[in-house]
């Protein structure tokens, strides 16, 4: 397992594992037990291309650790996909469960592929080709894959129809994130902006800002476009903005809309009229309320920490900071972060109540959904600042702290077998 660390991700994710584990006191045995991936698989399988050629793709599925019940976490399909980067997500997915209260370990999935590149035909061919891979590793007990970059409804939809037909009968609680006619719950594709929209409106009140809020977003993906559409909504403007094809920035504000319109017609925010285009590196540093990083990991790291220029670092992406930029961060105190494992977890929070519905076969209003998710999320922010303030570490290390106290503790009272 070792040549993990190789991977800067997986590096990453170690080394803020081992800054919280000695904050913590955990002994090196159970830092032993508790850091490395369960299991982790690895396919390679064939897929048949629209011009009659057959390409191999690689793929991975890593299920974090199994002590509080089945493990759950996105699918990935990126070109930089890779085994560590994807035993990275796994175990942040762990923390991420434990601090929120989900009954579920961490888990993560990906195939190294370009899908804006790839037609309809092919892309089915290859979310069929590698969710029979996983059979045996599967299944609404055991592990529940769900969408995250590169993915979506209707590539769930793919993948628990191919599970179900293996089965032999229709099995909706396999995946979460799929299409609501076939078992999935409303409000899950806007359940992750919408959760970091709530939070950033929390944080701001808390920190008595005024309005309204000036936003950079980085990423405009269902995330990021989703987080700042609710915030605009609710009176903030959006300032700042980029995705793969360049970044945008207007001090006098972007129109929502607008933006909306003209990336869905073009399939890019470059080339928008209404804004300037800003180097993706520099919009970062522009002065603004909020930052919402919303794309990949790795982002704010020891080059752009001190330049930043925001009151609330709104972390919509998984890992998008750096542990040296973190120090940083703890330093300069006066930017407010919400961790990853908050900020982004409304996502796997209402995952968790598609599973409930499917397993229970009685589904929710958007209402319930949404009202539920708040509740969670506000008494989590809440328990992460008190335990911040009382124990004065970072917002970081507190979410990070009671997640994996929780994980700790169960594999503590599990004990080992045989
Ligand atoms: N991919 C999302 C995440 O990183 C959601 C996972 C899920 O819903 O299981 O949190």
Same mark, same amino acid.
């Given at each position: 397992m070792e040549f993990l660390l190789s991977d800067p991700t997986f590096a990453m994710a170690c080394e803020q594992f081992h800054r919280v584990a000695s904050f913590l006191g955990l002994p090196e045995k159970t830092r032993e037990i508790i850091k490395w991936p369960q299991r982790s698989l690895t396919v390679s399988f064939p897929v048949k291309m629209d011009n009659g050629t057959i390409r191999m793709f690689v793929g991975y599925r890593v299920q974090h650790h199994l002590a509080l019940g089945p493990t759950k +976490?996105?699918?990935?399909?990126?070109?930089?996909?890779? *085994?560590? !980067?994807?035993? @990275?997500?796994?175990?942040?997915? %762990?923390?991420?469960?434990?601090?929120v209260g989900l009954p579920f370990g961490g888990a993560k999935g990906g195939v190294a592929c370009k899908p804006s590149e790839m037609s309809k035909k092919e892309l089915e061919g290859l979310t069929r080709r590698y969710t029979q891979e996983l059979i045996p590793f599967i299944g609404p007990q055991k592990d529940i894959p769900a969408p995250d970059i590169g993915t979506n409804e209707q590539i769930m939809a793919w993948m628990m129809d191919t599970y179900s037909m293996q089965v032999g009968y229709t099995a909706p609680g396999v995946v979460t994130g799929k299409p609501v006619t076939i078992g999935g719950s409303l409000g899950r594709r806007e359940a992750t902006g919408r959760g970091v929209a709530f939070l950033v409106k929390k944080v701001s009140e808390i920190l008595k800002m005024p309005n309204p809020l000036r936003i950079i977003v980085q990423g405009? +993906?269902?995330?990021?476009?989703?987080?700042?559409?609710? *915030?605009? !909504?609710?009176? @903030?403007?959006?300032?700042?903005? %980029?995705?793969?094809?360049?970044?945008?920035?207007n001090p006098k504000g972007i129109n929502c809309a607008h933006l909306c319109a003209y990336k869905e017609k073009t399939g890019m925010l470059a080339g928008f009229p209404e804004a300037d285009p800003i180097d993706g590196f520099d919009l970062l540093c522009q002065r603004c309320d909020v930052l919402i990083p919303a794309a990949k990991e790795r982002v704010i790291t020891k080059k752009n920490a001190e330049k930043l220029q925001c009151r609330i670092l709104a972390e919509g992406a998984n890992g998008p900071t750096t542990p040296e930029a973190d120090k940083i961060l703890e330093e300069r105190k006066d930017i407010f972060v919400i961790p990853d494992i908050l900020c982004n977890s409304g996502g796997v929070i209402v995952s968790y109540f598609e599973w409930v519905q499917d397993m229970q076969s009685y589904f929710w209003s958007e209402?319930?959904?949404?009202?539920?998710?708040?509740?969670?999320?506000?008494?989590?922010?809440?328990?992460?600042?008190?335990?911040?303030?009382?124990?004065?570490?970072?917002?970081?290390?507190?979410?990070?702290?009671?997640?994996?106290?929780?994980?700790?503790?169960?594999?503590?009272?599990r004990g080992v077998f045989p």
């Amino acid at each position: 397992m070792e040549f993990l660390l190789s991977d800067p991700t997986f590096a990453m994710a170690c080394e803020q594992f081992h800054r919280v584990a000695s904050f913590l006191g955990l002994p090196e045995k159970t830092r032993e037990i508790i850091k490395w991936p369960q299991r982790s698989l690895t396919v390679s399988f064939p897929v048949k291309m629209d011009n009659g050629t057959i390409r191999m793709f690689v793929g991975y599925r890593v299920q974090h650790h199994l002590a509080l019940g089945p493990t759950k +976490g996105g699918i990935r399909f990126d070109p930089d996909v890779t *085994l560590g !980067e994807i035993s @990275a997500l796994a175990m942040w997915m %762990s923390w991420k469960c434990a601090l929120v209260g989900l009954p579920f370990g961490g888990a993560k999935g990906g195939v190294a592929c370009k899908p804006s590149e790839m037609s309809k035909k092919e892309l089915e061919g290859l979310t069929r080709r590698y969710t029979q891979e996983l059979i045996p590793f599967i299944g609404p007990q055991k592990d529940i894959p769900a969408p995250d970059i590169g993915t979506n409804e209707q590539i769930m939809a793919w993948m628990m129809d191919t599970y179900s037909m293996q089965v032999g009968y229709t099995a909706p609680g396999v995946v979460t994130g799929k299409p609501v006619t076939i078992g999935g719950s409303l409000g899950r594709r806007e359940a992750t902006g919408r959760g970091v929209a709530f939070l950033v409106k929390k944080v701001s009140e808390i920190l008595k800002m005024p309005n309204p809020l000036r936003i950079i977003v980085q990423g405009f +993906g269902n995330v990021g476009s989703v987080s700042v559409r609710q *915030l605009v !909504e609710q009176g @903030a403007v959006l300032i700042g903005v %980029s995705d793969l094809s360049g970044a945008l920035y207007n001090p006098k504000g972007i129109n929502c809309a607008h933006l909306c319109a003209y990336k869905e017609k073009t399939g890019m925010l470059a080339g928008f009229p209404e804004a300037d285009p800003i180097d993706g590196f520099d919009l970062l540093c522009q002065r603004c309320d909020v930052l919402i990083p919303a794309a990949k990991e790795r982002v704010i790291t020891k080059k752009n920490a001190e330049k930043l220029q925001c009151r609330i670092l709104a972390e919509g992406a998984n890992g998008p900071t750096t542990p040296e930029a973190d120090k940083i961060l703890e330093e300069r105190k006066d930017i407010f972060v919400i961790p990853d494992i908050l900020c982004n977890s409304g996502g796997v929070i209402v995952s968790y109540f598609e599973w409930v519905q499917d397993m229970q076969s009685y589904f929710w209003s958007e209402r319930e959904v949404f009202d539920a998710l708040y509740r969670i999320l506000s008494a989590t922010l809440h328990s992460i600042m008190k335990f911040s303030h009382e124990r004065k570490v970072s917002t970081r290390i507190a979410a990070l702290s009671l997640g994996i106290k929780k994980v700790a503790e169960a594999k503590e009272m599990r004990g080992v077998f045989p």
